[in-house]
């Protein structure tokens, strides 16, 4: 049963949705696309309140709540605070989460640090892990839909970044583990695999780079935040009820 909120009494609160790397590019765009579809949310980011701000002000236009947490994903003990903490402060169930957050450090493998390799394990395979271990336990009993960020390099490794490809082929591998685990406690788990986006990552890279990748995309464009964030919505919400296990590009014909 959903908890009340304070719209009237036994009016029934909206769903919640808890999005990782809400602050900004797909994760905002993601925790956009969901209070849209009603949802009320629940943000996670490194930089907390001070880096939220449109995010919060984007869901309170669409109608939802939004609630920042200043969470290091790689960090065990700054998960399990964060989703005590709004567990605990709310009594809300948690109906939708979507593990956005993720970084980039790219370079050859001949001279990569182990460290710089570590770093991008830490948060985007660890992190994944250590935030779909809380919201098993937090849905295990009412069910709900995870939902991971993936990369097109976790389908097929891409020069240069080998950490970047290992931590993402591990989350679509994590993905299908996951998703037979709890599919008896009616939680789904599936994958988004986007190409390249229109995001503060893309525009990182020098114009010549940018211009090369995007010519061998078969629609010639890269992808918008929003355009993948439809994708998330549609695998965090029950409109995909029946899907679980999968990963889904959002490439612009790029793994065609």
């Keep these: 049963m959903h908890s009340?909120?304070?719209t009237g009494p036994g009016v029934p609160a909206r769903p919640v949705a808890l999005i990782t790397g809400a602050s900004r590019g797909i994760g905002h765009a993601s925790a956009v696309a969901l209070a849209q579809a009603g949802y009320d949310v629940v943000g996670?980011?490194?930089s907390g309140e001070s880096d939220s701000s449109e995010t919060a002000e984007l869901v309170r236009q669409a109608g939802g709540t939004y609630s920042s947490h200043k969470v290091d994903v790689s960090v065990e003990a700054d998960v399990r605070t964060a989703f005590r903490s709004f567990l605990a402060a709310t009594g809300r169930r948690?109906?939708?989460v979507v593990v956005s957050a993720g970084i980039t450090s790219d370079g050859l493998a001949a001279t990569m640090s182990a460290d710089r390799f570590d770093s991008v394990i830490a948060v985007n395979l660890r992190g994944t892990f250590l935030v779909?271990?809380?919201a098993v336990k937090a849905m295990r009993k009412s069910g709900g839909s995870i939902v991971l960020l993936s990369?097109?390099?976790g389908v097929?490794?891409?020069?240069g970044q080998i950490n970047y490809s290992a931590s993402k082929g591990g989350v679509n591998a994590m993905t299908q583990s996951l998703a037979k685990e709890v599919a008896g406690m009616g939680i789904r788990v599936n994958a988004v695999a986007p190409g390249f986006t229109d995001t503060d990552m893309f525009r990182r890279m020098d114009a010549k780079a940018?211009?090369?990748?995007?010519r061998h995309i078969p629609l010639q464009?890269?992808?918008?935040?929003?355009?993948?964030?439809r994708a998330i919505r549609f695998l965090a919400t029950p409109e995909s009820s029946y899907i679980t296990g999968q990963i889904l590009p959002v490439d612009g014909g790029l793994t065609a």
Excluded at 156 to 159: K, L
Excluded at 210 to 214: E, G, S, Y
């Design 156 to 159: 097929s490794g891409q020069a």
């Design 132 to 134: 779909c271990r809380e």
């Design 210 to 214: 940018r211009h090369d990748l995007t």
């Design 94 to 96: 948690l109906d939708a």
């Design 44 to 46: 996670f980011s490194r």
């Design 151 to 153: 990369s097109t390099s």
């Design 4 to 6: 009340v909120d304070a």
């Design 221 to 229: 464009r890269v992808a918008h935040a929003d355009e993948v964030a």
